[in-house]
């Protein structure tokens, strides 16, 4: 186990897990709709010098994959395009997708994946905040070959 401290601990960790990735090998995440989306993005810019197909599928709808490309004086955006989200190399699955106000059922990402991994099995991370995987029983249902954990604490002052 590895600990790493704020944003730079999430996306340096994440990019690391992707060191064994060649590059412009293609990525796909899947997280809810809206409260995974910025962090997807996020993480995309931790390696944007690698030149990955980047793929969004909201959920499990593989049928809705977009594509995540960097917007000029932005960023990394998920973008209105259609993305071919088939034969990836690595499978981000984001926390958002255990909670249940926001996600969908392990099942639903499982056949995902089968989908997806025509060729090959893919390197599958996880990503969450707070534990969700381990306290929604996912990390039982799912083989994580790297599940990247992320705390928050909030102080206003």
Not at 34 to 51: H, M, Q, W
Not at 83 to 104: Q, R, S
């Amino acid at each position: 186990m590895d600990k790493k401290m704020g944003i730079v601990g999430l996306t340096g960790s994440f990019r690391e897990n992707l060191s064994d990735i060649k590059d412009e090998s293609k990525i796909v995440f899947t997280g809810s709709v809206a409260v995974c989306t910025p962090f997807i993005e996020l993480l995309s810019y931790s390696v944007r010098d690698k030149n990955h197909d980047l793929v969004y599928i909201p959920k499990s709808e593989i049928e809705n994959a977009k594509i995540i490309k960097m917007q000029p004086n932005i960023g990394f955006s998920v973008v209105d395009e259609k993305a071919d989200p088939l034969n990836p190399e690595a499978i981000v699955v984001l926390g958002g997708l255990a909670m249940p106000k926001f996600g969908c059922a392990p099942e639903d990402i499982l056949k995902m994946i089968e989908e997806l991994s025509k060729e090959k099995k893919p390197k599958i991370i996880g990503v969450c905040f707070m534990n969700i995987f381990e306290k929604a029983g996912w990390d039982k249902k799912l083989e994580f070959d790297i599940l990247i954990d992320t705390t928050l604490e909030t102080v206003v002052k």
